[in-house]
């Protein structure tokens, strides 16, 4: 892995070291981006039918535990507490976390691509 290239995004708790550079990285997050698209739906079912049938605040932590196991899959060991300061995040804390980092991977993609191209040009 090439540690010069990594991005680092500092965080309440530390700093986060993404492998942006390695194209596995992007396949992984757009695994997790399903995953947690999945889990999230799954979630919301289970409360809408819990509030259905009563229940005043329905337990959706063990969909939570999940989102924060695959962020810790795609960002590494200890990445929720670094982001988050928690072990358990909810789908309004990663929207919130995307929202954030979006515009900086639009930026590292404008880089990669430029860097492929260079590659491309100097092969000729």
């Known amino acids: 892995m090439d540690q010069q290239r990594d991005k680092r995004i500092e965080c309440k708790n530390g700093t986060l070291i993404i492998p942006f550079h390695d194209d596995g990285f992007q396949r992984k997050m757009l695994i997790f981006k399903k995953k947690i698209l999945g889990i999230v739906k799954k979630a919301l ?48 804390m990663l929207t919130e976390f995307f929202d954030k980092l979006d515009p900086y991977i639009d930026e590292w993609s404008l880089e990669l691509l430029e860097e492929q191209r260079a590659k491309q040009h100097f092969r000729k």
């Open 45 to 92: 079912r289970e409360i809408r039918a819990a509030e259905r049938r009563g229940e005043r605040e329905p337990d959706a932590s063990k969909h939570w535990e999940r989102l924060a196991k695959e962020f810790n899959w795609l960002f590494g060991p200890d990445a929720c507490q670094i982001v988050f300061g928690s072990d358990l995040i909810s789908a309004e």
